[in-house]
């Protein structure tokens, strides 16, 4: 496969462009990487994804595929002949797209609500919330192992260990900035040592956030989402 004929839209803040990346290492495939700023959108991003304008975009072929999830399953049917990212059984895979979803409907959606919130019992209620969201997947991750594999997909990564793992910088981020810790050993043991492994794969090591960087970044959301707030109410 020619570079040339991957192109990936993202930004090296978002975690849902390094869920593609990790597919792409999976897969041992080569592909152009086009940083975006969102500061203004371009207008490949916009003609690329008109519907959310949102990244990341993988342009095959100068094709777009939009999503994270479905890029990521895309790129696992397309090169069969690299590991497979989500599971041979029709209903394992359905499981793990189930997983994958619940990952962003509550988990993400919890830690953006942390980030925007000034009211500190609004962070509490969704720390709160990201706590529910880790003690299902560590019952998950007890349940898929069998305390026999490394990884939610078995001995390798898979479809579940990407929607999780590429969230987990972020929550580093999110526990320093506010000074709470919730990814804790005493309580999620098998998640913590899940988290150790897939931060240190191959896979994903090179493309893994530093949560500092992260933490700058968020400040420079913040001040912009208070701008924006601001010029709405004159």
Avoid at 83 to 98: G, M
Avoid at 125 to 143: A, G, H, I, P, S
């Amino acid at each position: 496969m020619a570079k040339n004929d991957l192109k990936l839209l993202g930004g090296w803040f978002s975690p849902f462009v390094v869920r593609v990346q990790i597919a792409f290492n999976i897969k041992s495939l080569e592909y152009e990487n086009i940083e975006e700023t969102l500061n203004p959108k371009s207008e490949l991003l916009l003609q690329s994804n008109p519907v959310h304008k949102k990244i990341p975009v993988l342009l095959h072929a100068d094709k777009p595929i939009c999503e994270s999830g479905i890029i990521v399953q895309y790129i696992d049917e397309v090169w069969t002949n690299g590991p497979s990212i989500l599971p041979e059984n029709a209903y394992d895979r359905a499981n793990a797209r189930f997983w994958f979803a619940y990952i962003d409907d509550k988990l993400f959606t919890s830690m953006r609500n942390i980030l925007a919130a000034e009211d500190e019992e609004i962070k509490k209620t969704n720390f709160n919330q990201v706590e529910e969201v880790l003690e299902r997947m560590e019952d998950l991750f007890n349940k898929h192992s069998d305390g026999k594999e490394a990884y939610f997909g078995g001995g390798s990564i898979g479809f579940i260990d990407i929607g999780f793992g590429s969230l987990l910088s972020w929550l580093s981020a999110l526990e320093e900035m506010n000074g709470r810790k919730v990814l804790v050993e005493a309580k999620f043991p098998a998640l913590v040592k899940w988290a150790e492994r897939f931060a240190a794969d191959p896979a994903v090591k090179e493309v893994f956030q530093e949560p500092q960087k992260l933490i700058e970044y968020s400040k420079v959301l913040q001040l912009r989402w208070a701008a924006a707030a601001a010029a709405a109410a004159k």
